[in-house]
C-alpha cells in the first residue's frame, strides 16, 4: 500500500483530554453546590458505560434515581454539561493538556511532505482547534486537508466519522494510516480498511484494539523511544512518516468485524 493521508483522533490521541474534562466536571459540581468529586476510577466507569455528554445523567441514574429527578427539575441537567464544557475549553486555552509526545513532530512531517494531514474526531471542533493551535498557531490548522468534528456528524458514531473523513480526503482507505488512543475508534477505522496505529491513553491502557497493525504508548521521540505494547518495531525508536509507510504492510492484528 501506499502512504497517502494520516488522520489523527483527537480525544486521548493527540493530547490527554479524559483528566482536564474530569477536572472540569469537578469544579462545576462545586460550582453548582453539588458534594460529587469524581476521581479516575468512578470517572472510567462513567467514560466506559455512558454516552457522549450524558455522563451527569448515567452517574445521577446509578447512584441514586431520586437524585435524578431533583436535579432535572431544577435544570441541572443541562447546566451542569453546558458550565463543564466552558470549564473545560478554557482550561484547554491555558495549556492544560498539551499535546502527547511526538504528535508535534510527526504533524510537523506531514505538513511538510505530499502526504495529507486529516483530523477526525466525534467531539467539537473547538476541541482540536484550540489543542492545535495552542502548540502550532494558525499554521497546522491551515495545514490540514480535511477536519471532521461533531458539528459534522449526526449522531456520536466512530464509523460515521471515519467514513466521512475518508470520502472527504477521497483516497482509498488502503492508502490511509490512523492514530487511535481507543478500541472503539481503532475498530472503526479497521473495519473501513485503514491501517491503524493505536497509542492507548490513560483512561484506554488496558482495551484490547482490535484491527491495530501496531500497538505503541506514543509516537515516541529519538530521544524518548515509544514502548511496543503488540507488533514488531524493533530498533525503532520514534514514528515517522517512513516507518508509518513500513506499517502498512503489517497485517492486522486481529480482525476489526470481529470486535
Given at each position: 500500500m501506499t502512504l497517502k493521508a494520516v488522520i489523527f483522533d483527537v480525544g486521548g490521541t493527540i493530547a490527554?483530554?479524559?483528566d482536564v474534562k474530569r477536572a472540569a466536571f469537578n469544579q462545576a459540581f462545586a460550582e453548582l453546590g453539588l458534594?460529587?468529586?469524581?476521581?479516575?476510577?468512578?470517572?472510567?466507569?462513567?467514560?466506559?458505560?455512558?454516552?457522549?455528554?450524558?455522563?451527569?445523567?448515567?452517574?445521577?441514574?446509578?447512584?441514586?434515581?431520586a437524585m435524578f429527578n431533583r436535579l432535572?427539575?431544577?435544570?441541572?441537567?443541562?447546566?451542569?454539561?453546558?458550565?463543564?464544557?466552558?470549564?473545560?475549553?478554557?482550561?484547554?486555552?491555558?495549556?492544560?493538556?498539551?499535546?502527547?509526545?511526538?504528535?508535534?513532530?510527526?504533524?510537523?512531517?506531514?505538513?511538510?511532505?505530499?502526504?495529507?494531514?486529516?483530523?477526525?474526531?466525534?467531539?467539537?471542533?473547538?476541541?482540536?482547534?484550540?489543542?492545535?493551535?495552542?502548540?502550532?498557531?494558525?499554521e497546522i490548522v491551515d495545514a490540514l486537508s480535511v477536519a471532521v468534528s461533531g458539528e459534522d456528524l449526526q449522531g456520536a458514531s466512530p464509523v460515521q466519522a471515519y467514513r466521512t473523513c475518508v470520502a472527504n480526503l477521497g483516497l482509498p482507505p488502503g492508502d490511509i494510516a490512523v492514530i487511535e488512543n481507543s478500541a472503539q475508534g481503532a475498530a472503526a477505522a479497521a473495519s473501513l480498511g485503514m491501517a491503524v496505529i493505536a497509542t492507548p491513553s490513560l483512561y484506554t491502557m488496558g482495551q484490547k484494539f482490535p484491527g491495530a497493525r501496531v500497538v505503541i504508548?506514543?509516537?515516541?521521540?529519538?530521544?524518548?523511544?515509544?514502548?511496543?505494547?503488540?507488533?514488531?518495531?524493533?530498533?525503532?525508536?520514534?514514528?515517522?512518516?517512513?516507518?508509518?509507510?513500513?506499517?502498512?504492510?503489517?497485517?492486522?492484528?486481529?480482525?476489526?468485524?470481529?470486535?
Open positions: 490527554e483530554t479524559a458534594d460529587w468529586v469524581w476521581g479516575r476510577a468512578a470517572f472510567a466507569q462513567i467514560l466506559t458505560n455512558a454516552l457522549p455528554g450524558a455522563e451527569v445523567e448515567f452517574y445521577a441514574l446509578l447512584r441514586n434515581p432535572e427539575r431544577n435544570g441541572l441537567l443541562d447546566e451542569i454539561p453546558k458550565r463543564q464544557q466552558q470549564i473545560y475549553f478554557n482550561l484547554l486555552e491555558a495549556g492544560a493538556a498539551p499535546l502527547r509526545p511526538g504528535v508535534a513532530r510527526l504533524m510537523g512531517e506531514i505538513a511538510s511532505s505530499g502526504v495529507k494531514l486529516a483530523i477526525c474526531s466525534t467531539g467539537p471542533r473547538l476541541e482540536y482547534e484550540t489543542l492545535l493551535f495552542n502548540r502550532f498557531g494558525l504508548s506514543d509516537l515516541g521521540h529519538p530521544a524518548a523511544p515509544f514502548s511496543v505494547f503488540e507488533g514488531d518495531l524493533s530498533g525503532i525508536s520514534h514514528l515517522s512518516l517512513e516507518v508509518l509507510a513500513d506499517v502498512m504492510d503489517i497485517p492486522a492484528r486481529l480482525d476489526a468485524n470481529a470486535a
